[in-house]
């Protein structure tokens, strides 16, 4: 079964440095996603992404975020300058379409932030 | 936009019996709704989902009902097993939107 992979599992960063979290969404799919869950707490929603461009972003998704799709296959979300609190596991996610199909989510990239 | 709110946060279920789970969505534009077992550690997997245009499905021990009225859905876990203990996440989403809001998630236990 097609599956979405992250890279890498885990990552630990120095505050104030950037990081790049990368994914492979599932290949026929079109829209993607980043979800953060901080340890504990739910999965919050932080961008979706389709057709090249950013669709919808959370008050969460700041100036410090930001996603590209530098070929076909990649999907990266990078922390400009990380901050304690961006200690969280992050999770990529693709859909097929639009209307209600379901979305598969990565392993998730642990990023801790010291 | 929506919010979805969760209940209980915990839930402790004898082996056997059954675990229901109760969520409540704000935007009557809501149309579908799917269900996420995490396991720690792991992805969120999704275990069941049901349209607004059905009020139940089944899938061998999960069932999940939908009040549109209400704006209900609920999570039922019959004959549950150890390995059903995870946290549990109800979703929702418009068919406008790309994306899913997740509710804040039930952590089950089943006590032997």
């Known amino acids: 079964e097609p599956e979405v992979t992250q890279t890498p599992s885990h990552q630990v960063t120095q505050m104030g440095q950037e990081v790049i979290l990368r994914c492979v969404p599932i290949s026929n799919h079109l829209y993607f996603y980043w979800y953060r869950q901080i340890l504990g707490q739910k999965v919050e929603f932080l961008v979706s992404?389709?057709?090249?461009?950013?669709?919808?972003k959370s008050e969460i998704f700041d100036d410090q975020f930001s996603v590209e799709r530098p070929d076909g296959s990649n999907f990266t979300l990078k922390i400009r300058s990380t901050k304690l609190e961006d200690s969280a596991m992050y999770f990529c996610?693709?859909?097929?379409?639009?209307?209600?199909?379901?979305?598969?989510f990565g392993e998730g990239s642990w990023l801790t932030v010291v | 936009g929506e919010n979805v709110e969760q209940h209980p946060s915990t839930l402790s279920v004898q082996e056997g019996d059954s675990a229901v789970i109760k969520c409540t969505y704000s935007d009557s534009a809501s149309n579908y709704f799917p269900w996420y077992k995490q396991e720690l550690g792991k992805r969120p997997q999704l275990i069941i989902d049901?349209?607004?245009?059905?009020g139940e499905k089944k899938d061998q021990r999960i069932a999940v009902t939908l009040n549109k009225t209400a704006k209900h859905f609920s999570l039922h876990i019959t004959e549950t097993q150890p390995e059903d203990s995870a946290v549990y996440f109800c979703a929702a989403t418009m068919n406008r939107d790309d994306k899913i809001i997740f509710g804040k998630g039930t952590r089950l236990h089943i006590l032997p």
């Open positions: 992404f389709y057709n090249n461009e950013i669709s919808e």
């Open positions: 049901i349209r607004s245009n059905v």
């Open positions: 996610a693709s859909k097929e379409a639009r209307s209600g199909n379901t979305i598969y």
